[in-house]
């Protein structure tokens, strides 16, 4: 079976890339790293993650949510006298306080914890749900074809975020609701590309051959065309880690998704807007952390297509 | 093609908002009302009654003196639950509007994405090229309420230049929502026009043009820009529709009266009609907005409209130089 792995002619990038590299990332890395952005991006991303899992080490949860008044509107950098757990400690805000005396830098820590989840958790679902269907359509075609297609089509003539905001309003304010309603808006995305990276495979020589010696429907798709097209498959997948944290901010701005007082980038903006004129910490901190996020995700995403791609390899 | 999307449009609205858990009819007695005047206000709105008799409701009328409408397919799905105001009536009124912040919009976009996107092709990895397609990332990856704050924040607060507010009257209160709404479609064009320029000047007949010794100018103008606008097009086409589903925020954060700001209020008023009037408008102008660019795909790229026909030929490429 091995061999047959081996010497199978696949025209795919990232299986072909995988094979040539000696089954290592070696050249890969070498390959993304030429992209000081992307390394840079991938950096960003890993401090944020670890940001992200050590957030109740760096903040503790309660204390970014009780408001203290007397703190309210701290430029960044001040420090006042906090009332947390019956007892007066003195703390400086280094990011300063937003309008309930919170400690702007403690509740971005918390809320990347909340993005990364979102955007891990809704591609996750969205890749599960879209490459399943994606592959049903692509590997069987004829009628579920048409149906899942057709279905695509529908999901994707309603604008995304109207159809996330729809989602999130039918079926209520909560964090799961807020997952479901983005990984919808992401599925269609997922079932064509995984779809038409099917449709170029499956006639390959290879996987007839795989049929020849009675390989079942399930073991070539999961064992032999999947490793071929999970390039595009993964450049998508970061592409839209970072929309998921740009949809999930939007639908907390607009009130729905996660409500204050629970830490979350995009409702503390829309807590901010009547104090940005005197506090534009309020504004600029948040703002800032989603961008450069959404941003490095861009980059990443940028970066690992030109080194999946051998084409634009130089 | 269109009408089964249509269909399937409308048949997913109508099932989220029916699985909304809102009580329209204890919404209009309020709180005190007695079980059996909640029943048979339930009876009265159509309530009673499983799925899809709603649905069929929804697309055909439902008759009632009070509670009544003619259905989705004659333009008419009642009255507000909160304004009492005709829903069709209400949208009509504010969708120019939001065509006004589109258009201006994509207008916007292209104006400055097109010509920005030619200089980068013309001189690849250059510092220029380096800039803007940084310019054109930050504008991909930046939250469009963020943006939206911000500029407010700068010109409207700091320097005061533009109103903070919006309204369609008042032409410079409308500069503000509009390079917002467009900054993320103008990244978008620019990259497209950059990479497909690019693609064309690659071409033989762009070589061919040059060996002949003509002017580099008429050779990226007549020659590569036709051909490298083809996919822009498309790509402006679709931005279209997604602006005018995508400027909820946009509206919302400029107070803009558009089809947005209505559709968010109904929202959060849990006002069944309006949610599924506004809705499903959007959604249907934004499918026949598709519809439309793929026809004219069809017109501007001749070569296209051969493929559909019968088999393509490649001596259209050839002609066209």
């Not at chain 1, 005396?101 to 990347?112: E, K, T």
């Not at chain 2, 069929?56 to 009642?78: A, M, P, Q, S, T």
């Amino acid at each position: 079976m091995t061999t047959t792995v081996a010497a199978r002619p696949s025209t795919s990038n990232f299986s072909r890339f995988l094979r040539r590299s000696g089954r290592n990332f070696s050249q890969f890395w070498r390959q993304l790293s030429r992209n000081k952005l992307a390394v840079a991006s991938l950096a960003l991303v890993l401090v944020f993650a670890l940001v992200a899992i050590f957030a109740d080490l760096l903040y503790e949860y309660d204390f970014v949510t009780s408001n203290s008044l007397e703190n309210a509107l701290l430029k960044p950098g001040e420090s006042g006298v906090v009332y947390y757990h019956e007892k007066d400690i003195e703390h400086t805000f280094i990011l300063g306080s937003d309008n309930y005396g919170r400690d702007i830098l403690g509740r971005l820590v918390h809320g990347a914890r909340v993005s990364m989840i979102i955007g891990f958790a809704t591609v996750a679902i969205a890749l599960l749900t879209g490459g399943i269907l994606g592959a049903i359509a692509g590997y069987k075609g004829g009628l579920f074809d048409t149906l899942i297609m057709r279905a695509t089509d529908i999901l994707l003539s309603i604008p995304t975020i109207l159809l996330a905001i729809a989602i999130v309003a039918a079926l209520g304010n909560s964090f799961f609701n807020l997952l479901i309603a983005i990984s919808t808006s992401m599925i269609p995305g997922y079932i064509r590309i995984v779809r038409a990276s099917i449709i170029t495979v499956k006639d390959q020589e290879f996987v007839e051959a795989a049929r020849c010696i009675g390989a079942g429907d399930l073991r070539i798709v999961l064992k032999h065309i999947l490793p071929n097209i999970t390039s595009p498959i993964i450049v998508q997948s970061t592409l839209n880690v970072g929309s998921a944290i740009n949809w999930a901010a939007s639908l907390s701005f607009l009130g729905l998704g996660i409500l204050p007082p629970k830490p979350e980038w995009g409702n503390m903006l829309s807590e901010a807007r009547e104090f940005i004129q005197y506090a534009p910490h309020l504004l600029f901190a948040p703002g800032l952390t989603i961008l450069l996020t959404v941003l490095a995700y861009n980059l990443i995403g940028d970066g690992l297509r030109d080194a999946l791609d051998p084409k634009l390899k130089r | 093609m269109l009408v089964p999307v249509l269909f399937g449009v409308t048949l997913i609205v109508f099932a989220l908002m029916y699985i909304t858990p809102s009580d329209p009819a204890q919404m209009m007695l309020g709180a005190n009302a007695s079980p059996a005047a909640y029943t048979q206000m339930k009876a009265d709105m159509g309530l009673d009654k499983p799925f899809f008799v709603q649905y069929v409701r929804f697309l055909f009328g439902y008759k009632h003196e009070i509670f009544g409408y003619k259905g989705l397919l004659f333009g008419d799905l009642g009255r507000s639950y909160i304004s009492n105001r005709n829903v069709f009536e209400l949208i009509l009124s504010s969708f120019p509007n939001t065509l006004i912040l589109a258009a201006g919009a994509l207008f916007f976009a292209l104006i400055l994405g097109i010509p920005i996107g030619i200089l980068s092709a013309t001189k690849p990895y250059s510092i220029i090229d380096m800039l803007f397609t940084v310019f054109a990332l930050l504008g991909a990856s930046m939250p469009v309420f963020w943006a939206a704050m911000v500029l407010i924040y700068t010109f409207a607060n700091k320097l005061r230049i533009f109103p903070a507010m919006s309204n369609p009257g008042d032409m410079l209160s409308l500069v503000l929502p509009i390079v917002t709404l467009s900054m993320y479609s103008m990244a978008i064009i620019m990259r497209m026009t950059r990479s497909s320029m690019l693609e064309v000047m690659e071409q033989d007949y762009i070589r061919t043009a040059r060996v002949k010794g003509m002017d580099e100018k008429v050779v990226i103008f007549k020659h590569a820009l036709r051909n490298a606008l083809i996919p822009v097009v498309t790509v402006a086409g679709l931005q279209f529709g997604q602006l005018l589903g995508g400027a909820v925020l946009t509206e919302k954060i400029f107070s803009y009266p558009g089809l947005g700001t209505i559709m968010v209020d109904a929202i959060y008023q849990k006002d069944t009609p309006q949610i599924l009037g506004s809705v499903c408008f959007v959604a249907i102008t934004f499918t026949i907005m598709n519809l439309f660019v793929d026809i004219l795909y069809g017109f501007i790229d001749p070569r296209s409209k051969t493929t559909f026909r019968r088999k393509a030929k490649p001596v259209a490429q050839r002609s066209r130089a």
